[in-house]
């Protein structure tokens, strides 16, 4: 299935990365047909079956995760909460930080289709916060109010986002890390490749059995519910200021590359 290889950072272009992403699209819709993957609205489920060519290498492991998944698999409300609650006060915390600083966001839950976009539109999603700056510029708040990560979930968003900038918000941890797509372009290639190449292999059947448990069905237990809620609203607090200023960091910096790059054309335009 993939003919042309990733020697380097350099050989990104765009329409490389429109095939890769095509194939893998076309890939995915394959396997779930063959293992019968699909949403309760008879979509293919691409963001699961992806995760998973991208989380483990070992092909054993991937058959088992399609094939055998958790009989419960949904948080416990308690980390619902809490995400819900990081998410609804950072919103309010960068409209009130841009608003001082001159801008004017426009905010909207959960967009779906197609919209007129405004100078900036920040957007909640079921992970965390999109924030569209001049229509060249997405930043993306993913908020893990847990230990949990994976690197397989930051490249699924850059697959659909390459050129975004992401901020890893981890509540409890007390971390900010940022993620620019633009200076990740060539591994995120390599990482397209290996979920072809695992994917093709699974499809085609040439895998074989393996001793790993990679599923498992036991409930996650809080056993210290009141340590858990004193610790995170505690850190929610710190941080919130922290990310914020994160955020608005980054839209001053595009934005000066923005007005000195429409400054350059102008300029030009005027010698021509």
Not at 15 to 32: K, Q
Not at 81 to 109: M, T
Not at 122 to 137: M, N, P, Q, Y
Not at 140 to 149: D, H, P, R, S, Y
Request: aromatic content about 8%; glycine content about 6%.
């Amino acid at each position: 299935m993939l003919e042309q290889a990733v020697k380097s950072e350099e050989e990104f272009d765009d329409g490389f990365f429109d095939y890769l992403r095509c194939a893998i699209n076309d890939l995915c819709d394959e396997i779930a047909k063959k293992f019968d993957l699909y949403t309760s609205r008879g979509e293919p489920r691409r963001a699961f079956i992806l995760d998973k060519l991208m989380k483990y290498s070992c092909y054993g492991c991937i058959m088992k995760v399609l094939t055998h998944q958790r009989e419960d698999g949904r948080a416990d409300m308690l980390f619902v909460q809490n995400h819900k609650l990081a998410v609804n006060l950072l919103v309010e915390e960068l409209r009130r930080n841009l608003e001082k600083a001159g801008l004017e966001p426009n905010v909207e839950e959960e967009v779906k289709g197609v919209y007129g976009r405004p100078d900036i539109l920040i957007r909640t999603t079921a992970t965390g916060i999109i924030i569209e700056v001049a229509k060249t510029l997405e930043i993306l708040v993913e908020v893990k109010t847990g230990a949990g990560f994976t690197y397989a979930q930051i490249f699924r968003y850059f697959i659909e986002r390459p050129d975004a900038v992401l901020v890893l918000w981890r509540v409890t941890r007390r971390q900010i890390i940022v993620i620019d797509g633009e200076k990740i372009r060539g591994l995120l290639l390599k990482v397209m490749e290996a979920a072809l190449n695992r994917g093709t292999v699974i499809l085609n059947g040439e895998y074989k059995e393996c001793d790993h448990n990679p599923v498992r069905n036991e409930p996650y237990i809080i056993e210290d519910a009141q340590g858990l809620v004193d610790d995170f609203l505690s850190a929610l607090a710190e941080t919130i200021p922290s990310v914020a200023d994160t955020v608005l960091g980054i839209i001053r910096s595009r934005l000066g590359d923005i007005e000195t790059s429409q400054q350059t054309v102008e300029v030009n335009n005027v010698d021509q």
